[in-house]
């Protein structure tokens, strides 16, 4: 048989396991249902032939209990077969594994006349630790387990032999099966719950860098807090969607979501593009920071970079037919730069935020904007005003804050529009 047919039927065989597990139980759950019944199959087995094999040294009892006990397993497997019922099968196993070591070593005249037989209880543990899902019946079950082996230990002087009655490779064939077939088993178990337990590490850790910066998340998981820090160059950039109000009262709230999922997953790629750090969306608000938590030399240049793509990405996808009917959205983008806290505060729902003057501001640039143009402060221009042609605006009144000179930035320049085509 060459490999790929070996393959073929290991491959059908273990299809052939789907008709032991439910189609609503867990991905986990199914492998676990499929790797028990390969083990009761081995056990079948591995338990009918050292059963009459130590039947034939002298202990035909043992061979009968044995068989009986095969039978019991067989029809448990019959059951789960037709029923699915996953704790009838582990509560079968667990009894079968934990009652016949122990009354073998009784018949066959204690742990060193049966070889060790006794060991095999250990997989009766590993059945109740992996097969019921909470506590109480797994802890019930050890306690069973230890109590018959203190009967065990108890009655040893009575039932127990100096010496095995098997001769000496006979006895060390059965203690090398036992001891080879618990480790294998051990070992699969182990490796299963190591491998789910990565499984999870690296879904947790994405989970956590797609809500935290990464030097944020490796210092709450070293440290177990993050302390906010003071940034002294830093550029905020608010988007708001213009329409979007009254675009709500007219459609679906699907889809407006859908609608507003569109836009801000192609802010997030602009964003990661010029290695900004989205903060947060409000409603139909998007709001991102450059400079935080990595410092960026060129934070205020970007920032009107990310306007600019921003702006050329609502352009054309408003020309773009929709499912959800055409929108009559546009936008408004507001940036200012200075110094930020930054950082993650509370116990409950991480999530790296932003404060001070500068978002403030930030965000007053945008509400004192227009639609479809990028407004800047004063100290954003003096940054940029090399690189975007910019126009006056003059000192705006602004509500709390007096007054503010800003700028419209101009576009599309030739550079600008170069370097965002792809955005």
Known sequence: MNHNA?????????????????????QELQLLKKIGVIAMLLGIFNTL?????????????????????????????????CYKNWSV???GA??????????????????VGSAGTAYWMISASIYAVVGFQTLKPKLITLGVIVGITLILGFIEPWVGQDASR????????????TMITLMVFIAVTLNFYMQKLFQEKSISESLLLNILPQSIAEELKVQGESVPKLYQNVTVVFADIKGFTHSAHQLSPQAIVGALNDCFL????????HRFEKIKTIGDAYMCAGGVPTPLQDHAIQAVEVGIAMLQFMQQWRQQSHSYGPL??????????????????????????????????????????EAGKINIS?????????????????????????EIEMYFVQFPSSTASSSNQNF
């Open 6 to 26: 070996l393959k073929n039927r290991l491959l059908r065989g273990w299809q052939a396991l789907d008709h032991f597990v439910l189609e609503e139980d867990s």
């Open 328 to 369: 009559d959205w546009d936008l408004r983008v507001g940036i200012h730069t200075g110094e930020v806290i930054a950082g993650v505060i509370g116990e409950q729902k991480f999530a790296y935020d932003i404060w001070g003057d500068t978002v403030n501001v930030a965000s007053r640039m945008e509400s004192y904007g």
């Open 266 to 273: 192609a802010f997030d790629q602009i964003t990661m593009k």
């Open 166 to 177: 098997f001769p000496g490779w006979v006895e060390g064939y059965l203690y090398a099966n």
């Open 89 to 91: 099968f582990v509560g």
């Open 49 to 81: 032939g050292l059963g009459w094999f130590v039947a034939s040294y002298g202990h035909p009892e043992v061979g009968w209990l044995t068989s009986v006990m095969v039978l019991v397993l067989v029809l448990l497997l019959v059951h789960f077969y």
């Open 378 to 402: 004063k100290d954003v221009y003096d940054l940029v005003k090399h690189h975007f042609s910019c126009e006056s605006r003059g000192r705006i009144p602004v509500k709390n804050r007096g």
């Open 94 to 111: 667990i009894a079968i594994t934990a009652t016949l070591p122990a009354i073998n070593q009784i018949l066959m005249g204690g742990f």
